[in-house]
């Protein structure tokens, strides 16, 4: 099975500040990878898919980039309803699998 | 707009058996693969199972593989999942979602708690 290690597991950033979480994946995912917003109590929402394809109504200040192993989503003038967990997910292989999650909170 | 509502979540003990539902809206069914993940309490999110558009192909990851089933009834635009000789590990919120390789679209979550 193909490892997702997400990084860091939390985070505290200000509004207005620009936030990065990384995801590096054991082997070559060949950019077969999404990015999901998880707020309390609710289902995931996709963010991000093929490594940086913003999904519709998403707002522009999220993006993705990366390749091979290595993979992250920058969040650019953070807002208070971007509070959240994020996950990232490969599907380049079956079992699909996520990262364990970044718990995103206010400072 | 896409809707996906499960059902049939609750209590249950041990090595018994419970069937999940979800009834989708919204989009042409039986064009779509379907898909259930699953989250245990305060962790992860773990794929479960996935159904191809006529049901005639199934994936699973090893820990649930021999012991949950997904089916679909695209006469009703629904899915299932029946989860049968139940661990305390399999305790967590199940998703119905909707596979591109990534899920675009996610039920509200229906709960699942095995225990005595």
């Known amino acids: 099975d193909i490892r997702m290690t997400q990084s860091p597991a939390s985070l505290s950033a200000s509004l207005g500040e620009t936030v990065n979480i990384e995801c590096l994946a054991s082997?070559?995912?060949?950019?077969?990878l999404a990015w999901y917003q998880q707020k309390p109590g609710k289902s995931p929402q996709l963010l991000i898919y093929?490594?940086?394809s913003l999904q519709n109504g998403v707002p522009s200040r999220f993006s993705g980039s990366g390749s091979g192993t290595q993979y992250s989503l920058k969040i650019n003038s953070l807002q208070s309803e971007d509070v959240a967990t994020y996950f990232c997910q490969q599907y380049n292989n079956y079992p699909n699998t996520f990262g364990a999650g970044t718990k995103l909170e206010l400072k | 707009e896409v809707q996906l509502v499960e059902s049939g979540g609750g209590l249950v003990q041990p090595g018994r058996s419970l069937k999940l539902s979800c009834a989708a809206s919204g989009f042409t069914f039986s064009n779509y693969y379907m898909a259930w993940v699953r989250q245990a309490p305060k962790k992860g999110l773990e794929w479960v199972a996935t159904?191809?558009?006529?049901?005639?192909?199934?994936y699973y990851p090893d820990s649930v593989k021999g012991r949950f089933t997904i089916s679909r009834d695209n006469a009703k635009s629904s899915l299932y999942l029946q989860m049968n000789s139940l661990k305390s590990e399999d305790t967590a919120t199940y998703y119905c979602?909707?596979?591109?390789?990534?899920?675009?679209?996610w039920g509200q979550g229906v709960m699942v708690t095995v225990s005595s």
């Open positions: 979602a909707r596979p591109l390789g990534h899920f675009d679209y």
């Open positions: 082997e070559d995912i060949y950019s077969d």
């Open positions: 159904i191809s558009t006529s049901g005639s192909r199934t």
């Open positions: 093929n490594a940086n």
